[in-house]
């Protein structure tokens, strides 16, 4: 039986296409190795384009509203803050995925417990095998699988290794939020995101070049917050994710189409991961849907240039560490900047 169209991942990237698959008519099945509610390394801040495209899949997520964003330095009391247009949401990744999963299963999407560990393709279909399980064919396949994808290194598309090696580590902490925007500590070499999730709970998320632990670098880069931190108990166990920059040169070979992280990835600096696997699922869903998955590139290139501009100026911009109090200044005494550049994350 070929099926007419595959998911690879359960990410928010593989629930959001199916889900728009399964609205589309296109009985999908997603294949994910994990089992129940998935975890992952993430800010948990969800940009109020991932807000709308979330309530436009009939997804709302429970967590906990933020106005915008606040950039502090890591070592003084010196900060700016800047207002997006409409509500963002700090939303733990085990509820978004619950809420994505369940409005999945609520459209009648099929799913099985896999790990694909190798693909071909014909003219007509993909053949897809996975360990222990007989293998699945497909007319086409949405390769969701994440930052570090096994699809994309079949399809023999894997990018170069990246010229910045940067890694992510993030932790939650039981205490009242202080806050009601992402604050971000620019510190020498990593910055420290800090996110409400509920009433009761921040999200801590640490970006670094050189590896070294949670706990390291939260001394010795990030004194402040460690104090506003105080002994909070910690709420969840560590989860690390990288090297990020991931520049992948296509998002399609055949009848696989690319999407999410697994696409293509720069750096999570602007919060926008999870609108963009959002918004590639749903252009890769249509490609397919209209029968013109030639147009995917497209479309994809399209929908994410403005992410790729942005993260790339922004992490030349920060990179010397002189650079932080002035930036921060200036965003201080010109909100009008501020909040315009915050704008382009509300779309
Ligand atoms: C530290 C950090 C902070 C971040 N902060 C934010 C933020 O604040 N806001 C935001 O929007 N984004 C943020 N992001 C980015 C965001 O987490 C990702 O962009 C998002 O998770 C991408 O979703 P995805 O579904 O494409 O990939 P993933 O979430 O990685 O999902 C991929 C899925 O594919 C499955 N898979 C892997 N291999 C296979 C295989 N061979 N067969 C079948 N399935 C497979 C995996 O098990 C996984 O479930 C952050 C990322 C990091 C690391």
Redesign the pocket.
């Known amino acids: 039986m070929t099926r007419p169209l595959v998911i690879?991942?359960?990410?928010?990237?593989?629930l959001g296409a199916s889900i728009h698959a399964a609205q589309q008519g296109l009985s999908p099945l997603v294949?994910?190795?994990?089992e129940g509610t998935?975890d992952?390394?993430?800010?948990?801040?969800?940009?109020p384009g991932?807000i709308e495209h979330l309530h436009k899949l009939g997804v709302d997520p429970e967590g906990r509203p933020f106005k915008g964003i606040r950039y502090c330095d890591a070592h003084s009391e010196l900060q700016a803050t800047g207002h997006f247009p409409t509500p963002a949401r700090g939303v733990r990744r085990l509820k978004l995925h619950e809420s994505l999963r369940e409005r999945a299963q609520e459209l009648g999407v099929e799913f099985l417990n896999?790990?694909?560990?190798g693909l071909s393709q014909t003219d007509d279909e993909v053949i897809l095998s996975l360990r222990d399980i007989d293998n699945i064919q497909a007319e086409h396949v949405i390769a969701?699988?994440?930052?570090h994808?096994?699809?994309r290194r079949e399809l023999g598309i894997e990018p170069s290794p990246p010229p910045r090696r940067r890694f992510?580590?993030?932790r939650h902490f039981q205490i009242e939020p202080w806050s009601d925007f992402v604050e971000v500590y620019w510190s020498d070499g990593a910055e420290a995101?800090v996110?409400p999730v509920a009433d009761d709970c921040v999200g801590v998320?640490i970006?670094y070049e050189p590896q070294a632990g949670f706990d390291t670098l939260l001394i010795q880069n990030f004194p402040k917050l460690q104090s506003r931190l105080g002994s909070a108990p910690q709420a969840s166990k560590d989860q690390g994710?990288?090297p990020f920059d991931q520049r992948v040169r296509s998002q399609r070979k055949g009848r696989v189409l690319l999407?999410?992280?697994?696409a293509g990835?720069l750096d999570?600096l602007t919060?926008?991961?999870?609108?963009?696997?959002l918004k590639t699922a749903e252009a890769a869903v249509q490609a397919i849907a209209s029968g013109t998955p030639h147009k995917y590139e497209a479309a994809y290139r399209s929908t994410t240039r403005r992410y790729y501009w942005l993260t790339r100026g922004l992490l030349t911009l920060t990179r010397p560490r002189f650079v932080h109090r002035p930036l921060i200044q200036t965003l201080r005494a010109i909100p009008p900047v501020f909040n315009t550049s915050l704008r382009f994350l509300a779309t």
């Open positions: 690879v991942g359960g990410g928010p990237t593989g294949i994910e190795p994990k998935i992952k390394a993430c800010g948990e801040g969800l940009m991932a896999g790990k694909v560990d969701a699988d994440g930052l994808s096994t699809i992510g580590v993030r995101y996110t998320a970006l994710a990288g999407a999410g992280d697994a990835y999570p919060g926008e991961g999870v609108a963009l696997g």
